[in-house]
């Protein structure tokens, strides 16, 4: 195995095809589908699958190219330590819940370290998701939060796919009103006084289950509930309708605009945040900067 076949394999995987990605490195096509059979064979798995329409990265295919990017950021930091010379583009990849802070951070981040050329991925995803991405490489880091109800069952799935959790902060339950909204004349809120507006969640695809919902609390009855996909549908419809969800209270204005207010929550319950990594791989440069920025971003909160 060599950084070279590892290039080749993330630009196959980047592009979906053989052809282009033959192109793209500027080789023959027979070379690269050689090259990729080697590593293959090597390594006695299945990369790619091959089909009439193309090829689709298989399971461990797509564990492999975690390791192999991994692999080609430290080959890149350590060639331009040396040499002093920019090599290729800085990439780094997230996977998180919907907070604004990661998003604060990751903005940070880029502006520090993105440089002339970069490939930053910022997925705010379903809760299963990003531990799938942290366990499969996809994501050098994910962020998610545990509180008492869901952490047995966070903590299996973790432990299952060699993962850890380390906290960045606690924080008491609090309430995403409009500013307008009636809830928002009110210093704190009870159970009681949300139950006559619509409730909005994040949707949590085929794993919909009550411990994986980015909300607390989610076993409360409501009768008016409303399940979006991301952050800006759901501030507008909490605007739009009056609408709430339960949350840290950790917002950033700049980002989120003003028409959000948080309301703290009276209930006995919390939510712990944290990140997780894969414990199989070390930390990098750019992730161990991202968690450097994030601690101190929380810390003003």
């Known amino acids: ?31 690269l589908t050689s090259a990729i059979q080697e590593i293959e064979k090597e390594f006695n798995i299945t990369l790619f699958n091959r089909t009439k329409r193309g090829i689709s990265i298989t399971t461990e295919g797509s564990e492999f190219l975690g390791y192999a990017r991994q692999l080609l950021e430290q080959a890149n ?72 109800f869901n952490e047995t069952v966070i903590k299996k799935e973790l432990r299952d796919n060699d993962l850890s959790f380390t906290p960045l902060f606690k924080a008491k339950p609090h309430v ?7 809830l928002a004349k009110k210093k704190s809120l009870t159970l009681d006084d949300l139950k006559p507006y619509p409730r909005l969640s994040y949707e949590q695809g085929t794993h919909n289950s009550f411990y994986f919902s980015e909300e607390i609390l989610s076993t409360q009855d409501s009768d008016k509930d409303l399940v979006v996909c991301d952050r800006a549908t759901l501030f507008n419809l909490l605007i739009g309708l009056n ?4 949350c840290s209270g950790v917002i950033n204005e700049n980002l989120n605009g003003a028409n959000i207010v948080a309301r703290p929550l009276k209930v006995d319950d919390y939510m712990e945040v944290g990140y997780i990594l894969k414990n199989s791989v070390g930390v990098s ?5 991202y968690i450097e920025i994030i601690k101190k971003l929380v810390k003003k909160k």
């Open 77 to 148: 930091l350590i060639e331009e330590r040396y040499t002093g010379k920019p090599v290729g583009k800085t990439k780094f990849y997230i996977s998180s819940q919907h907070y604004s802070f990661v998003v604060e951070a990751f903005v940070e981040l880029l502006k520090k370290y993105g440089g002339e050329k970069y490939e930053f991925h910022m997925r705010e995803t379903q809760t299963y998701d990003i531990i799938e991405d942290v366990a499969r490489l996809r994501s050098e880091i994910g962020v998610l939060y545990m509180n008492k």
């Open 285 to 289: 440069p750019l992730t161990q900067s």
């Open 243 to 246: 609408g709430y969800t339960i």
């Open 176 to 182: 995403f009103i409009g500013k307008n909204s009636p």
């Open 1 to 31: 195995m060599t950084l070279k076949q590892l290039n080749y394999v993330v630009t196959v995987a980047e592009t979906g095809n053989i052809t282009e990605a033959a192109k793209k490195l500027f080789i023959a096509q027979p070379s």
